[in-house]
């Protein structure tokens, strides 16, 4: 596979070029972006997704942070997730606590950095102090023992479908 730097150097132009030529960009002459894409096809390019969600500000990755996942209730409710992201162009990326509420803190902590765009978490934890995450959205649903299955999968998938308006 072969990266925007390669394709500068092969060409003699300036990875600023190979991007616009890439991207199809007006200011670049028809017969530069023609070479500079026609060596990109040959080679198989594919470009850098975490360049792309950098340039962006936008990774199209949605966390989701649950006790686990071996059980019905969340498995299900993980499926109906994924389902609803996938139709949005969402990734969905997925953190097991095992009902420890330090795992879930930890988590939140290393994915507030700008590189999801959003999380929804599902915890019987009411001690996550909500207002220290401001890079991101984030949804939280509160699980208890009373809820059905199917009343924890609906609550997860309106707060999720709510939580990719706010991105």
């Known amino acids: 596979m072969m990266t925007l730097k390669q394709i500068s150097h092969i060409t ?12 199809d960009r007006f200011d670049i002459n028809v017969e530069t972006k023609k070479l ?13 997704k975490n360049a792309i969600a950098l340039r962006k500000s936008k990774s199209n990755i949605v966390a989701v942070i649950l006790p686990q996942v ?17 139709k949005a162009g969402y990734r969905v990326m997925l953190f097991q606590s095992f009902d420890d509420t330090s795992k879930e ?11 999801i765009d959003a999380a929804i978490v599902l915890s019987a934890n009411n001690n996550i102090k909500k207002n220290k995450f401001t890079v991101m959205p984030i949804a939280f649903v509160q699980i208890t023992k009373e809820q059905s299955a199917q009343e924890l999968i609906q609550l997860s998938v309106n707060s999720f479908k709510t939580l990719l308006e706010r991105i």
């Not at 500079?36 to 850098?48: G, R, T």
């Open 12 to 23: 003699g132009f300036s990875t600023s070029t190979v991007s616009k030529a890439l991207n």
């Open 36 to 48: 500079i894409q026609d060596i990109a096809l040959k080679n198989n390019y594919v470009p850098n």
């Open 70 to 86: 071996n059980d019905k209730w969340y498995s299900d409710t993980l499926y109906e997730i994924q389902k609803t992201a996938s």
């Open 105 to 115: 803190d930890t988590y939140l902590d290393e994915i507030n950095d700008g590189s």
